[in-house]
């Protein structure tokens, strides 16, 4: 996933969907009548135009806009993980959050279904007033994480049911390619670390749970890889679990309750070349202060200890754009940086000379040719189609000035 010649760029995954391609999805997992060879056609016409877009824009590796993975109002904590509970066989019933069974442990810690953050508690002021700006859609994040959601609970041994899903993904996007001339694209896919977040009733104990989601998970990795596509490994959980202890944690049992993850995702991606593998992790995509985030700093090690060929993390988010200070000295081992230098959690579209400076940063310290520009995070949902089209085009903009500038063979996009 090197280059020599130039800086290249991709993005995290989530890109803003048609209003009927998300009418379709809605009537789908609703119940409601609707056309099925209509749906799978719309899916593949929008996935290939998508992908179209992103390669007028100068997006080098590409993806299908997440646009494969379904969203239904009966799971709202986020698209980005939802899609895999319709890709799953031994979960049943669901729980509301708080009510979800958890299995003992042998860890010293253990983290509760999606406890209050500690963020949450810090600003709760903010986060209960739905015209604060940090809840979403005029909604009080507060309560809304307290009640109402609702999460699978596995009842059964895991198994993965998903293989007509994830196949047409991996046809829909490489014709995506083709009709934009393009060699290599990317597809998203839950991590066992966040996967397990869910309600377990039948392991012994979490991380029995742990390893049978990675063990699950590992035909969809294989799905894609075999296809010659990347895939992008998407465990939020890496980060920020850390904010959802009560108290604090020590340091040290962290990087322990994490590791057990880490393990478990290594033995999923047990033989897949290294190449078609990357790692996203972030603090969150809600709009909130952060003021509790785990540093990188504290996380770099077992990071690097992920058997992946890049890693994408936040690098443009105000809460973490100085923390690029955390990889000099750091080597990489031939893998590849996907920093972000365009975030998700504002509106205002960032200059090209600050999305310039932020990529100089890190080509310096690693190399730019182990560095692919990105975004923080997922776009689609987070911020208005409008803006996020020109967050991408901001992007590429500021790789081709970086690339000007840093010289040395690294030529403009």
Known sequence: MSSSDRVRTSHAGSLPRPDDLIELNRRRLDGEPYDAEAYERRLREATIEVVRRQAELGIDIPNDGEYGHTMGAKVDYGAWWSYAFQRLGGLGLWAEMGEVPTAPTKTRIRLAAFP?????????????????????????TKGEAQAGMLLPVCEGPLTYTGHHEVRRDVANLKAGLEAAGLEQGFLCAIGPGSLSRIGNAHYETEEDFVWACAE???????????????????EPSFAENWDQFNPEPSLEDYLEFTRVRV????????????????????????????????????????????????????????????????????????????????SHATNVVEHPQVVADRIERFAKVVGPERVIASTDCGLGGRVHPQ??????????????????????????S
Do not use: M
């Open 263 to 342: 393990e478990a995702l290594n033995h999923a991606l047990r033989g897949i070349p290294r190449e078609l593998t990357r790692f996203h992790c972030c603090w969150g995509s809600w709009h909130g202060p952060h003021t509790t985030d785990i540093p990188i700093a504290d996380l770099v090690d077992l990071l690097l200890e992920i058997d992946v060929g890049a890693y994408s993390f936040e690098a443009g988010n105000v809460r973490h754009e100085h923390e690029w200070r955390a990889w000099e000295g750091v080597d990489l081992g031939g893998r590849v940086l996907l920093p972000g230098v365009v």
């Open 116 to 140: 209050e953050r500690r963020d949450w508690v810090r600003f709760a002021d903010a986060y209960a007033d739905p015209d604060s700006g940090v809840a979403p859609k005029g909604k009080s």
């Open 216 to 234: 699950a998970l590992r035909e969809e990795y294989l799905a894609i890889t075999e296809a010659g596509l990347i895939v992008q490994i998407d």
């Open 387 to 412: 803006i996020a089209w020109a967050k991408l085009e901001a992007l590429t903009e500021g790789v081709r000035l970086a690339s000007e500038r840093l010289g040395g063979g690294v030529a403009a």
